[in-house]
């Protein structure tokens, strides 16, 4: 194995996913481990802040019990979001600057004051301005699907594309609420919020913690992304992808080429 320099690892990530160009797997030949893996990422968004883009709040990956064990991690990871990535609900897409993607059903915070650190379930929700139902956009950049958990934190947690529905009023239940991603009109996957951790909210404690060890915290303004609710679907170009949670409403956006 061999040492790649972190911003010259950066940069192989940045340009994939700037170009939708498949890249190497980084653990494949070179050391990575996890904190290198977020300093990778934390530099590959800085190039995106170079060129103009705005950090706009951050995702959680990894926020299925079942996923964690499948990949024998013990605790989530997160990303970061960029005004580069948002889409207008109903918008059409193109799939001409990505790899493999793919889309799932999320639930979205709007924070409206700033969080950080360690905090309860409440401290958290009095953080949050509002909730809605969103679809986030994933992608792996690198060849044939394969990758280690470094790899994809490196890339970014897979982060590329969010699109967000009507904002709610955030005292709405949302531990328990059903959700439908749907193709062409057809359910093709269908859970339920709880699946996040047993309550999106965690998601949300979780989020302020880590983004707090890296120096962090969570911005008025900013989204969060709580975390896959189903597994997720690829995209197909000409189909249309609707995300429904029960008492947030619909979001969705069609694959055009």
């Known amino acids: 194995m061999t040492r790649l320099p972190l911003a010259r690892m950066a ?11 498949a890249i190497a797997q980084f653990t494949n030949d070179h050391e990575l481990d996890v904190p290198d893996a977020y300093a990778v990422q934390a530099l590959s968004i800085s190039r995106r802040v170079a060129r103009g883009e705005r950090v706009v709040g951050v995702k959680m990956g990894l926020t ?34 990505y790899v493999h993607p793919r889309v799932e059903p999320e639930i979205a915070f709007l924070i409206e004051r700033p969080l950080g650190g360690r905090v309860t379930a409440m401290q958290a929700m009095d953080a949050v ?35 967000v529905g009507a904002w709610c009023d955030p005292s709405t239940p949302i531990d328990n609420l059903g959700i439908a ?9 269908v859970g339920s919020s709880a699946a ?9 404690v979780e989020a302020a913690r880590m983004v707090a060890e890296a120096g962090l915290q969570l911005e008025p303004g900013w989204i969060v992304l709580a975390g896959g609710a189903t597994a997720a ?5 000409g189909s249309s992808y609707r995300v429904t949670v029960e008492s947030l ?4 956006f069609t694959v055009t080429e």
């Not at 309550?199 to 949300?204: E, F, G, W, Y």
């Open 233 to 237: 679907v690829p995209l197909v170009a």
């Open 196 to 204: 996040i951790l047993g309550d999106p909210v965690r998601s949300l």
């Open 64 to 97: 299925s019990r079942a996923k964690m064990a499948q990949v024998g991690v013990d605790e989530v990871i997160w990303g970061r979001l960029t005004d580069g990535m948002l889409l207008a609900d109903g918008a059409p897409l193109s799939l001409g600057g």
């Open 11 to 21: 940069e192989i990530a940045d340009e994939g996913a700037r170009t939708g160009t």
């Open 129 to 163: 301005g509002a909730v809605a139902a969103a679809a986030e956009v994933i992608d792996s950049r690198y060849e044939d699907f394969k990758f280690a958990l470094p790899d994809v934190i490196a890339d970014n947690s897979s982060s590329s594309g969010i699109v």
């Open 181 to 189: 991603l749907s193709v062409d009109g057809r359910n093709q996957e």
């Open 249 to 252: 409403g619909r979001v969705g």
